[in-house]
């Protein structure tokens, strides 16, 4: 077998049918790290300003980082950049499984694909190896069906495999990219699986037999020890609550904190919630626990059946944000419900989130009489009934009647529906994450400020970093702190790890791991550096869209609705101010948001 040692990438055309094999410069990988980093270099290189997201100009870039392949713990993530369908903006998205891991194995830093295909065609990647296949026969077909249908026509002894279902071929505009089969691994949010459908493109098959390097392995394993000895000591009663509940724990706390955004965001208290508690439903499950991918040794991967009732047989990962979405949003308090949503979510391809924010969005619209029966198909789209949720759904996935408008994400259909943009829950047309942010200042600045939209993944656990130490209300001094959570977190994703445990590695820590594949040391400092270019980057691509600090907003209701109940109660979010204090901290114009010429000097960024 060969040793991997240089960055290359691999590029696919397609239009044209053909591939190239390119070196990724050094000084490159030293600025951007790799993966999100490495992502936003190349897309705010490759894809012209204003281009169509559904056309051949956008590009599909995967990427993994320095740790990819090496076994480092929590290693086992890659990242796709492109322009996404849903907010006609830049896109990041992570997903688990051995992706990256493939794609060094095989010598490649980074795949980009664009243009499009004639007729339906997934791509195998084998080394320097690549072939078009038909995909016609995979067409129509759910995600993992096909994927398994794809590695077993290659038969290939292990390879990764990422693709799309029905929703992506339809280019739902949130339709979601699958990978590692019955895994349901997934680049959920802003519609990479779109992007995927527009080119023609079924999926892609990676696998590799290269060995990937590492230069200092006492470097290597002086990290990877410290990291164990954290999860055994500080960290232990983290891994065992990650390994019971994964995201969905401690619900209770979060209730009552006031931070559970409920039927569509009108308060921040759910009086079902321990019907959607991961530890109270009396279920029997779940079926099986196992690491959403290797190298992972908090597994907490929750496989959950239902035993009994009307979704009798239904099956799915739950995750806090298909709890969020589909359970308090949707005013639903049943796990069933929700488990049955996520699979259908899961086997069609669409991102449950902006799926069942969407639908709450129009139960209120429903509920408020600025759509009736007439517009839902007969459908009584009201909050806590989950028949109504489950029927709307289908209807999406399906594109059938009212469904059809609902594909569209709540900031499209607020815009044909009179009267609901007030209480559209999204910021630069992505639906918020699962956090009521009229009492996490942080958070509310976090979800402005997203270069990817309503993102909760960017600044990691709000309720952890703000609630615990009496600041959650602040104004001073939120700029620095989602600062330091947001550029920490885009370190993470460069290296690329997994976000969950993100507090268990420290930045020093980070440095010492990846000094070890390199040749030259990095240093906290220069971590930072980086966290902070890319971040700048990924804003470089929104401006050149036409985005400014006017687009750094949040729903009105969040601006101008005081907060109802909780702790919190008669709070609303103080965002200019905040904006204020970040855009300070970051270096960028107060009027505009843009960078300064100084801080794209410091940086060394190239317009």
Known sequence: MSMIQAARMLRIDLSSRSFEIEDIPGKIIRQYIGGRGLGSYLLYRWVP??????????????????????????SSKANLTTKSPLTNIYLYSICSGILAQEMKKAGFWAIDIKGIAESPTYIAVHNDRVEFKDAGFLWGMETAAAQR???????VAKASTVGIGPAGEQMIRYAALFGEGDLYRCFGRGGAGCVMGSKRLKGLVVSGT?????????????????????????FKAWGNGWRRYETGADLQTTNELGIIPTRNWQTGQFEGWQGIDKSTTPMGWPEKVQPCAPYCPTAGTRSVVVKEGPYKGAKSDIEWEAIYAFGSQCGVDKMEAIIAASQICDEFGIDNMTAGITIGFAMECFEKG?????DTDGIELRFGNDAAMMDMLRKIVKQEGFGKQLAKGTKRLSEEIKGSKGFAMHAKGMELGGYECRGLNGQALQF???TRGGCHHAYGLPARMETGDGTRLNIKGKGEQVKNAATGRIVGDSLILCTFPSAVYTRDMMAEAVSSVFTEPWSAGDLNEAGERIMCQERLFNIREGLSSKDDILPARLLNEPKPDGPTKGVSVPLEELKDNFYKVMGYDPATGNPTEATLKKLGIEK
């Open 49 to 74: 300003a204003h281009a169509d997201p559904l056309g051949a100009d956008n590009h599909l870039i995967f990427t993994g980082g320095p740790l990819s392949g090496t076994g480092f713990f929590y």
């Open 370 to 374: 600025l759509i009736g029966l007439k």
């Open 210 to 234: 290269g060995e990937v390097e590492i230069p200092h392995k006492d470097r290597f394993e002086a990290a990877r020890g410290q990291m164990t000895q954290r999860l055994k000591t500080d």
């Open 149 to 155: 249908l794809m590695v077993e026509e290659l038969s």
């Open 448 to 450: 402005a400020v997203s």
